[in-house]
């Protein structure tokens, strides 16, 4: 169970730290769009995989420095369900 | 009767700034005001860098998560590129939105043409150039960057050239294209292939005659001399990481003209935590920096002695400056959480610096380093200011 000021944290680091290559509306850029529809076919464990250990040859690096299991397995059921806004 | 003559005078004295005010707007000319990006906000705040202070806001923006700006050559008006493909003009001696296009699904940058006429878009969707009128903003050209067997290759790494074309790299074709638009009707693409792997971004030296394209995927830089181009591209710096693990890249950094003081260009070095420095005689590695984390924006002072650079996540809280003369590591900041830009005043007294999470943006005296002002921004990335409508690869 995430803490209410962590789950703040992974929402602004997702939105902005991965909107970098991905957009802040998560519609894409360097990085494909993390929207539900076009995540739905991506098996979730995959999801997760990818966000700790990165993509090699891509430019998606690991954030498994700085995020749990629990973490990215959160932020993968989130961006599955849409992914919720930063409040303001 | 006297007293009441006396209040009279005082009356029309006292009301004379307001008679101005509204018959004659009051004037003045825009050389020292520039735009920062509200990201999250869809919104700019057009600031002046003369008194230190924010002076309107202008809304409605759209998806601004990778936004740049270009101005018109008369300083008058923002040209502001849009993540989601938004292209908007902004006159800020007004503080208004004039005009706003939705031109692609998704962009990255663009560019300003020689002449002032045409504003050039790089889109990653579809992948390709689109340009405008700047007057206007109608389309005008569709260059779309279509390689191998029709496929469209995100465009990055564009500046404007003289002659009114536009040079740019093809992130997934590893090729450089440079569009001429002298005749907008019929643009012609000279093209430059096997550059080398995944190019992130690009610059043009400040005289516009090479342009370097910064590689994701290996190595080096590729670098083309665009007075003589049949020449083709040649690889510099390509033994940097030797040796080396390249570390994971948190965000790509990004290469502007400004990157050269004097005779030396100062370069991000992508998965490492050094500044390359190469002789733009020689082209030459002259020397590495080592720096605190990995560089996102490695920017020269405009007098060239000094290059201040930001970083990466997990290291995006510092700034640090280079003594040119020297090499060395003058000052170390940290002026808030996630420091995403900055920007020298015209002649660099002064530099301005994003913090996104702190939502704020400082101003430093470059000679002393001493902060001079904070002023409140939501989640401000990029600062721009009207400095750069004169100069070549803005």
């Known amino acids: ?88 | 009767m006297r007293k009441a003559l006396r209040a009279w005078c005082w009356a029309i004295v006292a009301l004379l700034p307001v008679l101005a005010w509204s018959t004659e707007p009051v004037l003045r000319g825009t050389g020292d005001l520039g735009v920062i990006i509200e990201r999250s906000a869809g919104r700019v705040l057009i600031v002046n860098t003369s008194s230190n202070s924010i002076i309107s806001r202008v809304d409605g923006l759209g998806d601004l998560s990778h936004a740049s700006v270009v101005f018109s050559r008369d300083q008058r008006y923002a040209y502001v590129f849009g993540r989601d493909g938004g292209l908007s003009k902004v006159d800020i001696l007004r503080g208004t939105l004039e005009k706003r296009i939705v031109q692609g699904g998704n962009s990255i940058g663009g560019a300003i043409s020689q002449d002032g006429r045409l504003v050039a878009v790089a889109n990653y969707e579809p992948g390709g150039l689109k340009v405008f009128a700047a007057d206007t903003l109608e389309p005008v050209a569709d260059i779309p960057a279509a390689y191998g067997d029709g496929k469209l290759s995100k465009v990055v790494g564009i500046a404007d050239l003289p002659g009114d074309r536009f040079i740019y790299s093809l992130f997934d074709a590893d090729q450089i294209w440079i569009a001429d638009l002298h005749d907008p009707k019929s643009p012609k693409v000279e093209k430059f292939s096997n550059i080398g792997k995944a190019p992130y971004d690009g610059l043009v030296t400040p005289d516009s005659r090479y342009y370097l394209a910064g590689l994701f995927g290996e190595d080096g830089i590729a670098l083309l001399d665009t007075w003589q181009p049949q020449q083709g591209v040649q690889r510099i710096l390509a033994s940097y990481g030797q040796g080396e693990e390249k570390l994971p890249v948190y965000k790509m950094p990004h290469l502007r003209g400004w990157a050269v003081a004097g005779h030396q260009v100062y370069l991000p070095a992508i998965g490492h935590h050094e500044v390359l420095v190469a002789d733009t005689v020689t082209w030459k590695e002259a020397a590495r920096i080592a720096v605190r984390g990995q560089p996102v924006f490695v920017v020269a002072r405009p007098d060239g002695r000094q290059v201040w650079v930001n970083f990466a996540f997990p290291d995006n809280g510092f700034v640090q400056v280079i003594d040119t003369l020297t090499g060395q590591i003058v000052q170390t900041l940290e002026p808030g959480k996630a420091v995403l830009h900055l920007e020298f005043t015209p002649r660099g007294e002064n530099v301005w610096v994003s913090a996104r999470d702190d939502h704020k943006v400082l101003i430093y005296d470059t000679a002393s380093f001493a902060k001079l002002a904070e002023l409140p921004a939501e989640s401000p990335s990029g600062i721009f200011f009207t400095s750069r409508a004169h100069r070549i690869g803005f």
């Open chain 1, 1 to 88: 169970m995430l803490s209410p000021e962590r789950t703040r944290e992974l929402i602004r680091m997702v939105r902005q730290d991965c909107g970098s290559c991905h957009g802040l509306t998560l519609r894409g850029g360097l990085g494909p769009a993390l929207l539900p529809e076009t995540l739905r076919d991506k098996p979730p464990a995959g999801l997760k995989h990818t966000i700790l250990l990165g993509r090699p040859g891509t430019a998606m690096p690991p954030w498994q420095p700085f995020l749990s299991e629990a973490e990215a397995d959160w932020i993968v059921a989130q961006l599955l369900r849409g992914f919720p806004e930063e409040s303001k």
